[in-house]
C-alpha cells in the first residue's frame, strides 16, 4: 500500500502530530482480531483524515466503509460540537467492535452507525441529511454507484474523498487493468469523476491513494 521508502513514511509519521492512544489501541486491537488489518486508516492517514474536516468544518459527514470505526474517529475529532457523522459499515459482525471503539473514544455523541447496504440506506440518510464531506472507504465494485447516488444531492462547496484509488498500484499494471475486475472499476471510476464537469479533482498518492473531488 505504501509507495515511498518505509523510513521516509516512517519519518512522516514522526513529524506529523501524534496519534491519539485510543486509536494506537485499535489499531492494535485490529491487527490482533481481523484478517486483514490493513484496511485499517492508520496514523498518518488518520490525521490527514481531521486536519480536512477541521479546515472544511462540515456540518455532517457520511462516510461508506466503516471497518472498526478507525477513520470515522478521525474525523468526529475534528467536527465541531454539534456536527455529526453517519458511517455506514456492511459486515455486522463488527457492529460492537465499532461500537465499543466509538465509546472508548468518548465520540457517541458525534457518531451514527448503521448497519447494512449502503446503496439501500443512503437514499433514507439523504431524506433528512444533507452532507457537505463524503469518505468513500467501501466494496471498490460500488465506487461509481456510491459516486453517482450522491453526486447531485451535493450543494456547491461540498467535497467526496475516495480511499485506494491507487489499489496498490495496479491502476497503472496493463495485466491487472485488463484482468482483475477491481482494478478496472477503480480505474475507471476515476476516470468517471475526473471527467466530471460539475467537480474539481484531486488525486493524492497518500497511502494507498485518496482522490478529493469538490462540488463546483
Known amino acids: 500500500m505504501n509507495y515511498i521508502d518505509s523510513k521516509l513514511s516512517d519519518y512522516c509519521e514522526t513529524y506529523s502530530s501524534a496519534e491519539p492512544k485510543c486509536l494506537k489501541e485499535i489499531s492494535r486491537q485490529t491487527h490482533l ?8 486508516s492508520g496514523h498518518l492517514q488518520g490525521r490527514f483524515l481531521k486536519m480536512i474536516v ?10 461508506i466503509g ?5 477513520s470515522a474517529i478521525c474525523m468526529a475529532e475534528g467536527l465541531k460540537s ?3 457523522i453517519d458511517t455506514i ?8 467492535d465499532i461500537l465499543n471503539n466509538i465509546e472508548t473514544a468518548g465520540l457517541k455523541n458525534k457518531i451514527r452507525l448503521h448497519i447494512g447496504d449502503a446503496l439501500k440506506i443512503i437514499p433514507q440518510i ?9 469518505f468513500i472507504d467501501a466494496d471498490k465494485q460500488n465506487y461509481p454507484q456510491y459516486f453517482n447516488l450522491l453526486k447531485d444531492k451535493l450543494k456547491s462547496g461540498a467535497v467526496i474523498m475516495t480511499d485506494n484509488v491507487l489499489w496498490s498500484g495496479k491502476v497503472i499494471d496493463t495485466y491487472e487493468l485488463q484482468n482483475d475486475l477491481e482494478t478496472k472499476i477503480i480505474h475507471q471510476f ?3 469523476i475526473v471527467a466530471d464537469n460539475s467537480f474539481e479533482t484531486i ?9 478529493i473531488a469538490r462540488k463546483k
Open 33 to 40: 482480531t481481523q484478517i486483514n488489518p490493513r484496511m485499517l
Open 54 to 63: 477541521q479546515m472544511l468544518q462540515p456540518k455532517n459527514i457520511l462516510e
Open 66 to 70: 466503516t471497518y472498526t470505526g478507525y
Open 82 to 84: 454539534g456536527c455529526k
Open 89 to 96: 459499515e456492511f459486515n455486522e459482525e463488527l457492529e460492537s
Open 126 to 134: 439523504l431524506e433528512t441529511v444533507h452532507f457537505d464531506l463524503v
Open 190 to 192: 476515476n476516470e468517471m
Open 203 to 211: 488525486l493524492l498518492p497518500i497511502r494507498d491513494g485518496i482522490s
